[in-house]
């Protein structure tokens, strides 16, 4: 078992959290249509949906929260935020947001057109929503490693260079206005992105004059990643690692609801003064005038605290410490994982957790009603649910290659005896594992169907 890296804090404010009754989570989970989106937060013990917006700010957040200046136009805290992402990330402009998708709302709305294509390791949902909003199409290039759940490849994250190149060679480089990496990768299973591959992605790309932005949610965790694991970059720091990463790339979007530490927030980033200009107007009619977003002042402190506080050596040394831990209490009892853990989530292979479900009912499904009513455990599926098509001529369903379930960490908040009643939870489960039945649908909206659609046992 890894060596465990203790909190590099103390707790100075509680939350009270309640378990319920097996009886109670039945009654709770049958009213909610067996959707553990309609469940409410308090009758939840143990919550692992998102590590977005759901980590625990520090004093020194809280305290910034005092000195928010909610003036309409440069306000003291959007120079805070300024500073920040000059010092970490080093683009000469950006534009504050509410949220990650909303950055990626305006970016796309500012570069692409109708037909155009882009090219990432893997869109996150609300990336690929965004370009397909515009008309465009986006292209996932994962590695293949990234597609084995069971490969040890230390950087699984990365894009397939080789099909980037095929990609431009055959739509041409003037139908891809940007590319993508998302780092780390979430919907790759959080793997990291190396160094080395970022500076080939450019490298096809330069030629093309195709900028690179970068989708950074978890950009610390995946400087983390490349210290530990990337040839040559174990003696530098993560402020030196995330800046070569970064002056590798010509933007960003960045939701700061996960390595921001805060709970709302995000950030679009550039060095284009015409698409700062461009991208400034839509800010201004969809989210706020340039200097706050969609935000108010004591946020943007709340972020520029954050992100500076993301790329402490200990807190990460902690959280991923706590990620491999969970997966590595799971791994010694036979749980089956995607290995090797990503930063920020354990996931389930529901497939090989639950063989006895055929994937038309619903295994993930059938695997996060059950931890909630084993231990009130709520995680998410990433399966059948989120990703089956139907073919509308053949009324045929295509399935996903992975029914996974994801057990995401939110940040400084879970203490390990927390995470040791997940893990004992999820081994008793799988001791009785062929007592589970699988699921299927009662109610099924036309799209986005995981957040409101309600399920029965078959
Ligand atoms: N990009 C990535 C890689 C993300 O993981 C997310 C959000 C976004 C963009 C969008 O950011 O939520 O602030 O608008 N991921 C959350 C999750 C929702 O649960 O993984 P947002």
Redesign the pocket.
């Known amino acids: 078992m890894p060596r465990l890296v203790p909190e590099p804090y103390r707790i100075k404010v509680v939350e009270p959290i309640r378990q319920t009754t097996q009886a109670e989570r039945l009654s709770l989970l049958s009213a909610a249509g067996f959707n553990l989106f309609a469940v409410r937060s308090e009758d939840v013990y143990i919550d692992l949906?998102?590590?977005?917006?759901t980590g625990a700010m520090s004093d020194s957040q809280w305290a910034g929260l005092m000195v928010g200046d909610e003036a309409y136009a440069y306000c003291r805290n959007y120079f805070s935020l300024k500073d920040a992402i000059s010092d970490i990330f080093g683009f000469r402009h950006f534009l504050p947001t509410?949220?990650?998708?909303?950055?990626?709302k305006v970016l796309f709305s500012a570069m692409l057109k109708p037909g155009d294509y882009v090219p990432s390791n893997t869109?996150?949902?609300?990336?690929h929503a965004n370009i397909e909003a515009v008309g465009a199409h986006p292209v996932d290039l994962p590695i293949r490693q990234g597609l084995d759940p069971t490969s040890h490849f230390p950087f699984k994250g990365n894009m397939d260079v080789d099909g980037l190149l095929r990609l431009i060679e055959e739509v041409g480089a003037d139908r891809i206005p940007l590319a993508m990496l998302?780092i780390?990768?979430?919907?790759g299973g959080g793997q990291p992105v190396s160094l080395a591959n970022v500076r080939a992605v450019k490298a096809v790309l330069a030629p093309y004059h195709i900028p690179l932005f970068i989708?950074a949610?978890?950009y610390a965790e995946n400087a983390y990643f490349i210290r530990q694991r990337e040839a040559g970059c174990s003696d530098k720091t993560l402020s030196q690692i995330a800046a070569e990463v970064f002056a590798l790339a010509d933007g960003c979007?960045m939701?700061?609801?996960?390595d921001g530490l805060a709970n709302?927030?995000?950030f679009l980033a550039m060095n284009d003064d015409r698409l700062f200009e461009r991208a400034g107007q839509l800010l201004i009619l969809w989210e706020g005038f340039l200097t706050y977003g969609g935000l108010a002042g004591r946020d943007l402190e709340a972020v520029a605290r954050g992100l500076r506080e993301a790329l402490d050596e200990r807190y990460l040394a902690h959280r991923i410490g706590q990620v491999s831990y969970l997966a590595q209490r799971l791994l010694d009892a036979g749980v089956p994982i995607l290995e090797p853990p990503g930063g920020?989530?354990v996931y389930l292979d529901a497939r090989r957790f639950l063989p006895h479900i055929p994937q038309e009912q619903l295994p993930g499904q059938a695997l996060v009603v059950s931890l909630y009513l084993a231990g009130g455990i709520r995680a998410?599926e990433i399966g059948s649910v989120m990703f089956a098509t139907k073919n509308r001529q053949t009324g045929e369903w295509k399935y996903p290659e992975l029914e996974l379930v994801?057990l995401?960490i939110p940040r400084r908040v879970y203490t390990q005896t927390h995470l040791d009643y997940v893990a004992d939870m999820i081994i008793e489960l799988n001791a009785r594992r062929s007592d589970i039945r699988g699921m299927r649908f009662t109610y099924e909206p036309p799209f986005l169907r995981h957040f409101t659609a309600r399920f029965e046992f078959v």
Do not use: I, P
Not at 49 to 53: A, C, E
Not at 123 to 127: Q, S, W, Y
């Open positions: 949906l998102t590590d977005s917006g509410h949220q990650g998708r909303a950055a990626e869109h996150f949902d609300t990336t998302t780390t990768n979430n919907s989708d949610c978890r979007t939701s700061a609801k996960k709302m927030g995000g920020h989530a998410v994801r995401a």
